[in-house]
């Protein structure tokens, strides 16, 4: 199981990621939450408020899930972190490996 990590400027734009996702079973959860940044861009220092994303996914579909979140995302060079899971409740590993596309 992987845990995909990527913020999103606004939540209607989070809610088209996480429905295409979901709908194309290329992830079985996303959790969604706001959140507050700052980072360099361009040499300034930005602030604003976004959408933290995790996506819950098997291995085999990270390729998938990174490639449609690239496609889908607006900004110009998002975010997209894989997270090293070391453990988790196995029926949960094997809820997600069924939610997902089995062509992953």
Sequence with gaps: MLIIYT?????EQAEVIAQTLLTEQLVACVNMWPINSRYTWNGKI??????????K???T????VYQR??????YECPAIITLDVKQTNPDF?????TQTNYKC
């Design 61 to 64: 579909c990270q390729e998938s």
């Design 7 to 11: 913020t999103i400027s606004n939540a």
């Design 46 to 55: 930005e602030k604003t408020s976004e959408i933290a994303m995790l996506l």
């Design 93 to 97: 590993a094997n809820w997600v490996e």
């Design 57 to 59: 996914t098997k291995e």
């Design 69 to 74: 979140l690239k496609e889908l995302h607006p």
